[in-house]
């Protein structure tokens, strides 16, 4: 099949969801949602997408992606032969996403959806027991979405087949395609038709994703939405020249103001460490990592999103895991290794139209790192030298700073969670179950305890072409006949 060429922008209006090719409980159930108008992610692929083609999207973390792949493979699932009531159902559709909190987030996109046109989703990833995701295949389900390492547990324990699958899904595409993920993703997508679509979507589409590109996609097209064409500004970045004495006291000062605050650290123990320090100076703060039980990660992140406490301290595994939509400030306390993690760090505000500022804390340490990571990232922020009290702090966070104690989140929990072992991951307990390893890789990138990162998870902290709507053929294909849709 031959390449397209040139590019396509979109100088039309966004289309409605109601103009898309969409079953009317699709558009009735996004209209209960509030959500109308297409994000230019979504209004760009999903033409290719729900006519069966294999598309790599790109745009920046909060453009809408999850929906851009949500819409056309419930559609094509709702319209196929397969979706027949009465009968025991395989998975039709399967999406790989490389966290735990990711899986959840993008399952919540998905249900409702599928719901509305009779298709049953479930979630697939490790830290909790097998029994209830084996129920969930063996009752039958239309789309999985999944972390690699437990759902290939399943496929090598017959729990559950995927000779039936239609669509493909790699979400964070270029993460998926890191040392780690590669092989067990190759292995699931190696237990699919060579003929299902596939459909990569991520905030970079570099070199690790042509990997998968190659081996698995027929004459797939980009689409690629440049940061000038997404919907609402782009996060103004700075960076703030600190001394070590008070790196504390400038983080919380910026996060008593008012607002949510996403806090990275490079390490677990750096995030348990600066949670415990915020707590302490009056600002409720929690803490995500991959040292938590899955139930804590859950509350935690449930807090957050909440009204609970408007502090969350994280590592890099938060990065790809968390939509929330009013964060208006993050902040690097540790700068990451690496450009990509930055890019998808910062991309946790300036959400969904939404405005944000993204905040690097320098020290004489990093300050020649933070440099490499703003050429590479391809910002320019602008630069202070800080101290506790500056008018700068009050420009970039607004608003009167509260000191107040932490919040019983206990009382908040709901009953079913109370109880049941939360808390950190400790050597006691019923012994571990199939794929244990496999499901602990999910966690592996948040860094050595009380170090610098190992050199693998420093790779699993990860993450160029044109303007709104184009749309190519990527450079890196296999070509073969056009799939029957």
Do not use: W
């Not at 395609?177 to 299902?196: H, N, S, Y």
Request: with cysteine; hydrophobic share 35%; net charge positive.
């Amino acid at each position: 099949m031959g390449a397209d060429s040139g590019a396509v922008v979109l100088d039309r209006a966004l289309r409605t969801f109601a103009d898309l090719d969409l079953a009317p409980e699709i558009v009735a159930e996004l209209e209960r949602q509030g959500l109308t108008t297409c994000f230019p992610i979504q209004d760009a692929t999903f033409d290719d997408a729900a006519s069966g083609r294999d598309v790599l999207g790109k745009g920046r973390t909060g453009s809408g992606k999850t929906l851009a792949f949500a819409l056309p493979l419930v559609s094509r699932l709702a319209t196929g032969t397969s979706n027949r009531p009465g009968r025991r159902k395989v998975p039709r559709a399967l999406v790989l996403v490389p966290t735990r909190e990711l899986a959840n987030q993008v399952r919540e996109v998905i249900a409702p959806l599928a719901g509305a046109v009779s298709l049953r989703t479930t979630v697939v990833y490790g830290g909790v027991g097998y029994g209830k995701q084996i129920g969930a295949f063996r009752d039958g389900v239309d789309i999985v979405v999944a972390c690699p390492g437990r759902m290939l547990d399943h496929v090598q324990s017959n729990n559950v087949d995927l000779s039936r699958i239609e669509v493909c899904v790699l979400d964070e595409a270029d993460h998926m395609a890191e040392l780690g993920f590669l092989e067990d993703v190759k292995r699931l997508l190696d237990e699919t038709p060579e003929d299902a679509q596939r459909l990569l979507f991520s905030a970079t589409l570099d070199r690790g994703v042509d990997k998968i590109v190659r081996r698995y996609l027929v004459d797939p097209v980009v689409h690629e939405i440049s940061t000038d064409d997404n919907d609402g500004p782009p996060a103004v970045h700075y960076f703030f020249k600190v001394s070590q004495d008070r790196r504390l006291d400038v983080i919380a000062d910026l996060c008593a103001a008012p607002g949510k605050s996403l806090v990275f650290t490079r390490t677990k123990h750096g995030a348990r460490k600066l949670a415990a320090a915020l707590v302490k100076a009056g600002v409720p703060s929690l803490e995500l990592h991959g040292d938590l039980s899955q139930n804590i990660r859950a509350r935690n992140l449930a807090a957050f999103a909440g009204r609970g406490v408007d502090t969350l301290v994280a590592t890099d595994i938060a990065a790809r895991g968390i939509h929330v939509d009013d964060v208006s400030l993050v902040i690097h306390a540790d700068p990451p290794e690496e450009h990509k993690a930055f890019l998808h760090r910062s991309g946790r505000t300036a959400r969904a139209g939404a405005s944000g500022n993204v905040i690097t804390i320098v020290t004489d340490a990093t300050k020649r790192h933070a440099r490499r990571l703003a050429k590479d990232a391809g910002i320019t922020p602008e630069h202070h030298d800080v101290a506790p009290g500056d008018e700068v702090l009050a420009m970039v966070a607004p608003g009167e700073r509260v000191r107040r104690e932490m919040p019983d989140l206990e009382e908040r929990r709901p009953a079913q969670l109370r109880g049941r072992g939360d808390g950190l991951r400790g050597k006691g307990g019923r012994g571990r179950r199939q794929g244990h390893s496999r499901d602990r890789r999910e966690d592996r990138r948040d860094g050595a305890r009380g170090g610098a990162p190992r050199r693998r998870d420093d790779r699993h902290s990860n993450e160029d072409r044109g303007r709104s709507g184009r749309h190519s053929e990527h450079p890196s294909v296999r070509s073969g006949p056009k799939r029957a849709n």
